[in-house]
């Protein structure tokens, strides 16, 4: 009996201890997540793929709702595995069954073979990251993909075509370049012309009462209607002769004796080139000098820089000038117009190769209108002619490297003399039976351009005056009394301590920059430029050298007020003065 109720107290405590582990076990231990679904199964079109069930049991049953998209059997020797071939692309479901009436779905998609297409890309490029999708196919049966992902260089994106295109894809292409592909091209164009032109021309008419001889080499002195040799009609006696005579009373080019007083009364109308007239009257006899003598220099010089940004493989162009109206024969017998372009032209094809370097298609312009190569049509119209400086070509560089892709220097000289024959000769002395003309010209070009790889600016990055900014409108005191007609922005103290002050210097910029004036190095007025005070080359001005530390002093028991010395008290006014309560300003917008 005793045995018996130890066994029944045994078998109870067993019990209550299992119950409380199942209670205990059921509220510590965290739920089980379900297993997640198998991934699909990617069969490709024409390939033939293996499928087992997850705890690779033997397969009973096998159900394929698509027959059309894949094909099923079973492979001989092993009753887990089934082999699925792809028949057309497509997406179908397979449902598989154990010996133990266990079931498990998954997920068969059909497509073309691009896994040889990903590992060429691979191979081809190691750096880039292009994901390639299969789509659908197209009305020739041939594949479609999608290409996504960045490649490292713009050439890249070409072999990426280049590969799918060999392979029998058509492809949709959303592939894009990394990093910044944005070109900024810096070209500057320098040209100076320089012309030197000299001419002298000596000539003269000498006539007397039965006589004249006349010097006209290089047409200094325009003769009048008598220039053969025949008399004119005037109030008395006409010299004639191999320099031609002229009417007494007229105006016109020669010498002429009035008959009533036998006074020598010539007028000489000399042409538009002389520039220097020397006259002898005598009662029976003139003689006149007609000389050009003229030197003239010409330099003209023209610096254009302009900037453009585009993308790679871009292209981009602009042009600062204005459109010439060039008239046309239109239809019908009427007259059209059509405009040409002048001024600074640039434009350019940027692509930035595999290698770093920048591959440019550049083309810079610069003309000019000009008058001296224009023609008048046939209505009278006259159009101007057009200067032109034209370069194209293609380079090949690294970003911040410089290339002179253009340059022209042109020499031209042209030398004329006419003269008379045998006296034209003589030396020294035929200088007065010769004109000569001697013309010198040179022109220089030159064309500079260097490409940058730039990324947008962030917004404190933005200059803080842009073109315009820096300066305002005169008030009428600087206008009308200074005839000042663009001042600098800010206030301004026209005199300061008793000395006027030009509004240039109340620039910010006006101890930045070396300036020429008549305040240049006055101590007084804060110097000009960045030797204004007497400083070296190199070294701040004066006024903006910040001054040294006092040198340490030992604590006095008696404080000691500071005794002003002469600079300083010279200095108070000043500093009075630049206070802005005490600047008188010249008033006006500020």
């Not at 049991?57 to 092993?78: F, H, M, W, Y």
């Not at 204005?322 to 117009?337: D, N, S």
């Amino acid at each position: 009996m005793h045995r018996n109720l130890n066994r029944n107290v045994l078998q109870w405590r067993s019990l209550a201890l299992a119950l409380m582990g199942v209670i205990w076990g059921g509220v510590g231990t965290p739920a089980q997540e379900p297993s997640p679904e198998p991934a699909p199964l990617i069969v490709p079109l024409g390939s033939t793929v293996k499928l087992q069930m997850s705890k690779k049991q033997k397969i009973k049953t096998v159900t394929n709702p698509k027959e059309n998209i894949i094909s099923i059997r079973t492979l001989a020797g092993d009753p887990t595995t089934v082999l699925l071939t792809g028949q057309q692309d497509g997406v179908t479901h397979v449902e598989l069954e154990d010996t133990d009436g266990n079931k498990e779905t998954r997920e068969v998609i059909v497509q073309v073979d691009v896994e040889y297409l990903r590992m060429q890309l691979r191979r081809a490029l190691p750096t880039a990251n292009v994901t390639v999708i299969p789509v659908s196919k197209n009305a020739d049966g041939k594949t479609v993909v999608l290409l996504s992902g960045t490649v490292t260089h713009n050439s890249d994106v070409a072999v990426v075509r280049g590969l799918v295109d060999s392979m029998g894809f058509k492809y949709i292409d959303a592939v894009r370049v990394g990093g910044v592909q944005q070109v900024q091209l810096d070209v500057i164009i320098a040209q100076v012309n320089r012309t030197d032109l000299r001419n002298l021309t000596f000539n003269f008419l000498g006539n007397s009462r039965y006589a004249g001889f006349t010097s006209n080499v290089g047409g200094a002195a325009t003769l009048g209607g008598g220039a053969s040799g025949g008399g004119a009609t005037g109030g008395g006696t006409t010299g004639g002769g191999s320099g031609g005579g002229s009417s007494g009373g007229g105006s016109a080019s020669g010498i002429s004796l009035s008959g009533g007083n036998n006074a020598l009364a010539w007028a000489a109308a000399p042409a538009a080139t002389t520039n220097l007239l020397l006259g002898f009257v005598h009662n029976a006899w003139g003689f006149q000098n007609f000389l050009e003598a003229l030197r003239s220099n010409g330099l003209a010089k023209l610096l254009a820089e302009p900037r453009l940004i585009t993308l790679s493989g871009r292209p981009a162009s602009f042009l600062v000038g204005g459109l010439q109206a060039v008239p046309q024969t239109g239809q019908f017998g009427g007259t059209g117009v059509s405009f040409q372009q002048f001024g600074t032209m640039l434009s350019f094809l940027p692509i930035v190769m595999g290698n770093g370097k920048i591959y440019l298609e550049v083309s810079p312009s610069v003309s000019s209108l000009d008058q001296a190569n224009g023609l008048t049509n046939f209505n009278g119209t006259n159009v101007p002619g057009r200067n032109i400086n034209y370069v194209t070509t293609t380079v090949e560089l690294e970003p911040g490297q410089t290339f002179v892709i253009g340059g022209l220097i042109q020499h031209q000289v042209q030398a004329i003399i006419n003269k008379v024959p045998c006296l034209g000769d003589l030396k020294y002395f035929g200088a007065l039976f010769r004109s000569t003309q001697y013309q010198d010209s040179e022109q220089e070009v030159l064309i500079i351009v260097t490409p940058w790889l730039v990324d947008a600016e962030s917004c404190n990055q933005r200059p803080k005056m842009l073109p315009g900014e820096e300066t305002r409108r005169p008030d009428n005191f600087e206008l009308f009394l200074e005839g000042i007609i663009e001042a600098p922005r800010g206030p301004r103290q026209v005199y300061q301590d008793h000395h006027y002050v030009p509004a240039w210097m109340n620039s910010p910029s006006a101890q930045l920059f070396p300036c020429v004036g008549k305040h240049e190095g006055n101590c007084s007025l804060g110097g000009c430029g960045i030797n204004g005070c007497g400083g070296s080359i190199g070294e701040p001005p004066a006024a903006a050298m910040p001054a040294p530390p006092p040198p340490p002093q030992a604590p006095l028991e008696t404080p000691l007020q500071p005794v002003p010395s002469e600079a300083a008290e010279s200095a108070a006014p000043a500093a009075a003065n630049d206070s802005p309560a005490a600047a008188p300003e010249a008033g006006g917008e500020r």
